[in-house]
């Protein structure tokens, strides 16, 4: 049971390092199915971003001596298992491409609004030092979700998708 802010911040962050862990294990796929190099070069980037970024969700627990285990992440787990139906149901190409961009943004949006909330739960409860490790995960995924978002505007979902879907 959930009795105060500093509870629900911890389980958050808890969240948050499910999320992590199940992404580390998930992007290495992503990365496999990509053709586009430049999408490829961004999931392998953004996968060791990711393991930062769970180091630093295992810092915040040392300051305050607890344990990151403990809760699974249900929402991270519902986005990869979309994603990978998706991408086992398009052909590779631009089009799987495509759906793996989707798929990103996805993720993206979700670590985002759950740094979001993790941040400023800390702020109210005055962890600083725990709101710049927030920061800058939140800062890394804003970056990557912008990355995805040129790739896709740059021309793979203009140039590649629609030449595909005219043969």
Known sequence: ???????LYIDQLRDLFSAETQLVAAIPDMAANATDEA????FNHHLDETRTQRAR??????????APEGEDCDAMRGLI???TKHIANTQKGSVRDAV?????????????AAYG?????????????????LT??????????QT???????GLFRDGVNEEAAH
Do not use: P, W
Request: glycine share 8%; net charge negative.
């Open 1 to 7: 049971m959930i009795n105060n802010l500093e509870q």
């Open 148 to 154: 995805l978002t040129k790739i896709a505007s740059g």
């Open 57 to 66: 969700l295992q810092e915040i627990f040392g300051f305050h001596g607890i």
């Open 136 to 145: 800058k995960s939140i800062e890394e995924e804003g970056a990557a979700d």
């Open 81 to 83: 298992k979309e994603a």
């Open 39 to 42: 999408l490829r070069d961004a």
């Open 117 to 133: 909330l993790a941040r400023a739960f800390a702020e109210c409860l005055g962890y600083d030092e725990d709101v710049k490790l």
């Open 100 to 112: 793996l961009i989707a798929s990103g943004n996805r993720v993206e949006h979700y670590e985002i």
